[in-house]
């Protein structure tokens, strides 16, 4: 239907965390998928609330801790109270996720046939993390978003009276070339703390 740009940087935490709150990332610092922070002296994954390096569980939630920031959706739910049910449908990682896409569209379905108005906002992590791995014009690929396309054609036929917004929260192109920064001593030599923040625009912590 159309084009829109994501945010800067182009990643997943920080771009759909742009479309919950309606703000850029540096309104509320979701910057990348992995953050340094101080008071926890770790680089942590935001979304999963873990140590980037050794994958160890950190709490409480560095992110909701420092970085929490208004859902949009729950700011519209206030403002028009009961007339309408706010509703969330997340991957397996969030409280009471769903393992399948399968299973969010069923969700989303029973969501929708409730009675009175429902708003119901929904995140997949495909066919994403299948990009990352194996590109964008991999074969398997697009067969997982032909098979998605399959899956939300269905829940449209059983719906009614319902607006479907569908967006991807950034985009992907093939790469080139690999660059490991820890292949270069004269760059890792020069930081304080390994390269975070995000593969596509990292952030360094230069020795004074």
């Known amino acids: ?11 997943t935490t920080a771009a759909t965390t742009s479309i919950n709150t309606g703000l850029n990332p540096s309104e509320y610092g979701w910057l990348g998928w992995n953050s340094w922070f101080k ?15 050794s994958g160890a569980a950190i709490t409480p939630s560095p992110a909701k801790k ?5 859902s949009a959706f729950c700011l519209i739910q206030k403002q028009v109270g009961n007339k309408l049910n706010c509703r969330s449908v997340m991957p397996p990682f969030a409280v009471d996720g769903v393992n399948s896409f399968e299973a969010m569209a069923a969700r989303i379905l029973k969501y929708c046939q409730e009675p ?5 906002t929904a995140y997949w992590y ?3 993390t299948l ?3 194996l590109g964008p014009d991999n074969e398997i690929v697009i067969e997982e978003i032909h098979r998605i396309d399959r899956i939300i054609n269905n829940l449209y036929d059983q719906l009614e009276d319902t607006l479907l ?3 991807a929260d950034h985009g992907q192109t093939n790469i080139i070339e690999e660059l490991f920064l820890d292949d ?9 703390l390994p390269p975070s923040l995000e593969n596509r625009a990292a952030s360094f912590f230069v020795k004074s």
């Open 39 to 53: 008071e926890y002296g770790a680089i942590v994954d935001l979304f999963l609330d873990r140590d980037s390096l």
């Open 126 to 128: 495909e066919p994403d």
């Open 116 to 120: 009175g108005k429902q708003l119901v």
């Open 184 to 192: 270069i001593p004269e760059l890792m030599n020069c930081l304080v």
């Open 131 to 133: 990009m990352h791995k």
């Open 1 to 11: 239907r159309g084009t829109i740009t994501s945010v800067y940087p182009c990643t």
């Open 165 to 167: 917004v569908i967006t």
């Open 66 to 70: 420092y970085l929490s920031a208004p």
